[in-house]
């Protein structure tokens, strides 16, 4: 089976969002680690546990350069296609997955909204199937109502709730 580009992606303003996102979580990171180095003095810890907050701290370093190169990977690696029938979805940066999902199989579709996608007018959509669920991380708001309340009809489900 050949792979083509789906021809739906994730929107632009997902960059952003993700990246506050990240960021928040990386200040936080920094935060607890000044924290344990503080500790570390104050309560004269061992040598080897001196190395696991260094060996903590240089990880967290190296996290957060990722955290600010990862969205734009992930932006270009997302990508989902709807049709009567299917959900195709494709995504991964270094592993690429490419999820087929019957509209026969779906049993619920929700939306889901937190405080910096809400900034940003951004919505998740995530499909329930019987043995797995499949998540679509961001799109621009009215994007993701229209692809849900597409997604309800053609897998005849009766109640949508938001």
């Not at 679509?136 to 053609?154: F, H």
Request: charged content about 20%; proline content about 4%; glycine content about 6%.
């Amino acid at each position: 089976m050949e792979h083509v580009a789906l021809e739906n992606k994730l929107s632009p303003a997902f960059l952003k969002a993700r990246l506050i996102s990240e960021s928040i979580a990386n200040i936080i990171g920094f935060i607890v680690l000044i924290g344990l180095f503080w500790m570390k003095g104050y309560f004269n810890w061992p040598e080897w546990a001196n190395w696991l907050v260094i060996g903590a701290f240089v990880i967290h370093c190296f996290g957060t350069v990722w955290s600010f190169i990862e969205p734009k990977f992930l932006y270009k690696s997302w990508g989902y296609q709807l049709d009567r029938e299917f959900l195709q979805i494709s995504h991964g940066i270094l592993k690429k997955e490419w999820v087929t999902v019957p509209m026969a199989k779906v049993q619920s579709v929700t939306t889901s909204q937190g405080p910096i996608m809400k900034a940003y007018q951004l919505r998740g959509i995530k499909v329930e199937t019987m043995g797995s669920s499949h998540s679509i991380p961001a799109l621009d708001e009215q994007v993701a109502l229209e692809l849900r309340e597409r997604l309800a009809e053609y897998a005849k489900l009766k109640d949508v709730e938001e």
